[in-house]
């Protein structure tokens, strides 16, 4: 090895080094062996050694030995720290189904990972262990460990998830990067209270997104169930990735029985959809499970999901989805020229494919927009932990993810 590229790697090592001394220092949580690696690409210095990060709408100002709203990304000695760089503290093959996304290369295997830290902190969310957590903990993974599990067990792509992918941005990044280089591609289930910044990294790796809303956007629930001060930042993020990136994009919604997020608001959000995303734009109606905090809240029934959908119906969205409830009608994708099931699902697995080798309806010839055809996987290896199981993670985890 260059004696150049020995000499840049030992400095960036004792770098990362004292930025964890510092940050145990000043009482920063870091589980033993958690390396910081250092950013500079998403912080905005300031007067007085103080930080700006700008992952998230956020924003937060860090001083000296002070960590942001999501625990991991800290100011050390004027320095953006991230603590859970590299620390996978679940990594799990699963569908792409399950995220929920339909549109985007339907049937194939993913390996999902996610670490520590989250910038919301949901009532709700089925994930608490880890996107609230006392300390950063996790398996130390590089990017290369990450992609290199990924093909062992035979996965066409990697999805970021679990917790807020936007915390460890700078990871799923260089391990995005990797991936593209090997032939994988990237998936990203992100709340999308993004920054501007965000979105242009983003745009580096990421080829597939849903954005997950909750109560469809509702500023009132949004404040009371998961500190967000305004859901605005949100939409800028959705219409930001419409412009300006080429990421095939689909958005889910928890909806929840009675609290939160009328049918009058879900209107809205439909028709807002309509007008900034596109009528083609996936939207999926998630089933809320009683969970965390909410969990003397009753599941969503059928009735409400059904109502929403009419509602997005009548906006003018042409593929709206009930996601996590197994067997309903709305699990399927319809054409919407002749009405024929041109895919017909039963909870994550894909249970009839009518549609020609260029996606269009079997039946009419309706072109579907649908990115890439079918990856069939054997049953057996659609679902297998691969750091440990998935700590108290239902059926329903990603779309209740905060």
């Not at 250092?38 to 030995?65: D, F, I, K, V």
């Not at 004027?78 to 996304?101: C, F, M, S």
């Not at 066409?156 to 260089?174: C, H, K, S």
């Not at 009132?220 to 859901?231: D, I, Q, W, Y």
Request: proline share 6%; charged share 20%.
């Amino acid at each position: 090895m260059p004696r150049l590229f020995l000499i840049v790697g030992h400095q960036l090592k004792k770098k990362a080094e004292s930025l964890r001394s510092l940050l145990l220092t000043l009482g920063f949580p870091v589980a033993e062996g958690t390396p910081m690696m250092p950013s500079e690409a998403l912080a905005q210095r300031l007067p007085h050694r103080r930080l700006r990060c700008l992952a998230c709408a956020r924003r937060c100002t860090m001083n000296l030995g002070k960590s942001g709203f999501c625990r991991v990304r800290a100011n050390a000695g004027g320095t953006l720290a991230l603590g859970n760089y590299g620390r996978v503290v679940t990594a799990h093959v699963d569908t792409i189904e399950k995220k929920p996304i339909y549109h985007y290369r339907p049937g194939s295997k993913l390996l999902s990972i996610g670490t520590v830290g989250c910038n919301w902190n949901c009532d709700f969310c089925i994930n608490s262990s880890i996107s609230q957590p006392n300390e950063i903990t996790g398996l130390k993974l590089s990017p290369d460990d990450v992609v290199r599990l990924a093909k062992q067990y035979g996965c066409q792509g990697i999805a970021y998830t679990y917790n807020e992918p936007l915390v460890f941005i700078e990871f799923a990044r260089d391990t995005g990067a990797l991936a593209h280089r090997e032939g994988l591609f990237n998936v990203v289930v992100s709340n999308g209270y993004g920054a501007p910044e965000a979105v242009d990294v983003l745009s580096q790796f990421v080829d597939c997104i849903t954005v997950g809303l909750k109560a469809n956007a509702s500023p009132g629930f949004l404040r009371k169930h998961a500190g967000v001060p305004s859901p605005k930042p949100i939409f800028g993020t959705l219409v930001r990735l419409k412009r300006r990136t080429n990421i095939h994009i689909e958005v889910s919604d928890v909806v929840f029985e009675r609290r939160g997020g009328s049918l009058r608001q879900a209107g809205d959000l439909c028709r807002w959809i309509y007008r900034k995303i596109g009528a083609d734009t996936p939207l999926h109606f998630v089933t809320f499970y009683p969970s965390y905090k909410m969990g003397g809240a009753p599941s969503t029934s059928s009735n409400v999901l059904e109502a929403h959908c009419d509602v997005a119906r009548e906006a003018g969205l042409r593929y709206v989805y009930v996601a996590n409830s197994p067997g309903h009608k709305q699990e399927n994708t319809y054409c919407t020229n002749c009405g024929k099931t041109v895919i017909a699902r039963f909870g994550y697995d894909i249970r009839g494919w009518h549609l020609d080798e260029q996606n269009k309806c079997r039946a009419c010839g309706h072109q579907i927009p649908v990115v890439g055809s079918l990856t069939q996987t054997p049953p057996e290896e659609r679902y297998v932990p691969v750091v440990f199981p998935p700590m108290d993670m239902l059926y329903v985890c990603e779309g209740l993810s905060g």
